[in-house]
């Protein structure tokens, strides 16, 4: 049996565990797994290098890729580490032994993860990767699995199991696919075409939403003007990357509430 994996974030990372735990119970001969992501393990954005002020919007306490008895499921059960647990336990060690290019800001942020943590984004992306090397070690004497770092370009259905892939300027058949490809890119809505010229307009520049880690926000000039749609997880991912990614600090008060101290580096943010 032979399957592919088009996408390796966390969704299709459980999808390969699953896989592997059921293949113990009922043993699939030659069972070949094919993992797809040009991003690499983790994919776009949960990527490890991208700016350590990204956070998740999950506490790392409550964060696991593992199974347990609060899941009702007919597969087997395999307990492991949350992030949080795997941070304390392995993380410092697994991130020195792989030379991050972040480590220093990684290593300071396990040093003072709590309960209450929110983590930043790339290290859960490194999480996904020591998750995927355990499957990998505990399993790839049964079953062949393999990584392609590249962008699946088609699919094609050639019978009601069977399906053609292509990548790498060749195509092989599959008996499984799994597509985990993420929210994509789409072409600029009538909206979104309307806020760019309003924008133009009013001497504004729009900035679309869009994978965070994907955007040159450096490329924005201190002192300019900055137009975003909606207040939500995007607001805030702009909101951190032209505020105290430039050197703004933001600072708890007696009464709970925020002061901001401006760096003189930022945009003027309309939302």
Sequence with gaps: M????????????????????????????????????PAGIAGRVWRPDQPHELLMNSLAAKITLFTDHTIEMEGPVIPGPTLLEWARRSGTTFIKENNY?????????????????????????IYQEWFYQQLYAQNS??????????????????THHTYELRFDDAAETFD???????????QLSTHERDLTQFAHAHHLSYLRTG???????????AQSHILLRGLGLNFMDAMIMLTQHRGGKFYRNSDDTLTYQASGEEPKIFA
């Design 2 to 37: 032979k399957l592919a994996l088009i996408g390796a974030g966390p969704r299709n990372l459980m999808a390969l565990e699953r896989l592997l735990a059921w293949n113990k119970r009922v043993s699939a001969p030659d069972l070949e797994i094919h993992l797809f992501d």
């Design 101 to 125: 290019k972040k480590a220093n800001y990684l290593l300071n942020e396990i040093a003072h993860l709590t309960p209450e943590s929110y983590a930043s984004r790339g290290l859960f992306g």
């Design 141 to 158: 004497k049964t079953v062949h699995i393999i990584f392609h770092k590249t962008t699946v370009t088609g699919i094609k259905r050639l």
């Design 176 to 186: 499984g696919v799994s597509l985990a490809l993420g929210e994509g890119m789409s």
């Design 211 to 221: 994978y965070p880690a994907e955007q040159d926000f450096d490329k924005i000039p």
